[in-house]
């Protein structure tokens, strides 16, 4: 069964310093893997979709690299900014699933300013 | 792009009632839908798998009869909470399988809080 570690829990840091957060998963058999960010009282808004074949997607500040092989895919977020705190999850989509997202916990983030 | 919407967003219901919240794909068909419940300061765990046509299929602990899913159609599926109690209060979130795409992307409605009161 595929399981989705995201560390840290929590993650506090002044404006301005670039973020890392990861995410580690146990089966490498994944179809893709997702990032999404989640406010407080809110649903998810997808930040950035990695296929199994890629290697990293970017968007903006944001940068997702994905190594399948070890099981491991990591989020920066570059000159962060205080509307950067939220909890952002990671998700992996495993390719017998058939759509079935394992979430991992979550990391917290609060930027201040 | 493609949207999923989801209705209603927040609702509050009395112990005892029953509680349906909508799961609809606007521009694709969804074969498969996915209900997930969040407690607070805790990931999103899958409850059930939606197939349009066929009874869900539910994940370990999740109670059948408290937990309906109907799946009638190719764009709308739903979630019907029987016997509230306050203890399903939690966010609950749908998401929609477009196979149609080449890479058979999820999308996510944006969820719906219940609160039992």
């Known amino acids: 069964k595929q399981e989705v570690t995201q560390i840290p829990a929590a993650l506090s840091v002044p404006e301005g310093e670039n973020l890392v957060l990861n995410c580690s998963f146990t089966?490498?058999?994944?179809?893709?893997l997702q990032w999404f960010r989640q406010d407080p009282g809110k649903g998810l808004t997808s930040l950035l979709l990695?296929?199994?074949?890629?290697r990293e997607q970017t968007s903006g500040r944001l940068n997702a690299s994905l190594d399948k092989s070890s099981g491991r895919s990591t989020l920066y977020i570059a000159a962060s900014q205080p509307g950067d705190s939220a909890t952002y999850l990671c998700?992996?989509?495993?390719?017998?699933?058939?759509?079935?997202?394992?979430f991992g916990a979550g990391t917290q983030v609060v930027v201040t300013p | 792009g493609a949207v999923v919407s989801q209705h209603p967003s927040r609702v509050i219901c009395k112990s005892g009632t029953s509680v349906k919240i909508e799961c609809r794909s606007l521009?694709?068909?969804?074969?498969?839908m996915f209900w997930y419940r969040q407690f607070p300061k805790q990931s999103l765990m899958l409850m059930a798998t939606?197939?349009?046509?066929?009874?869900?299929?539910?994940e370990q602990g999740v109670e059948k009869d408290k937990f309906l899913i109907n799946h009638a159609s190719l764009t709308l599926s739903t979630l019907t909470v029987t016997s509230a109690h306050p203890e399903d209060s939690s966010f609950y979130i749908c998401?929609?399988?477009?196979?149609?795409?080449?890479?058979?992307?999820?999308?996510f409605g944006e969820g719906s809080w219940l609160t039992v009161v």
């Open positions: 998401s929609a399988r477009d196979a149609s795409s080449s890479g058979n992307t999820i999308y």
């Open positions: 089966d490498s058999a994944i179809y893709n």
């Open positions: 990695i296929q199994s074949s890629q």
């Open positions: 998700a992996v989509l495993s390719s017998d699933s058939w759509g079935k997202l394992q």
């Open positions: 521009d694709f068909q969804a074969t498969t």
């Open positions: 939606s197939n349009e046509g066929s009874k869900a299929t539910y």
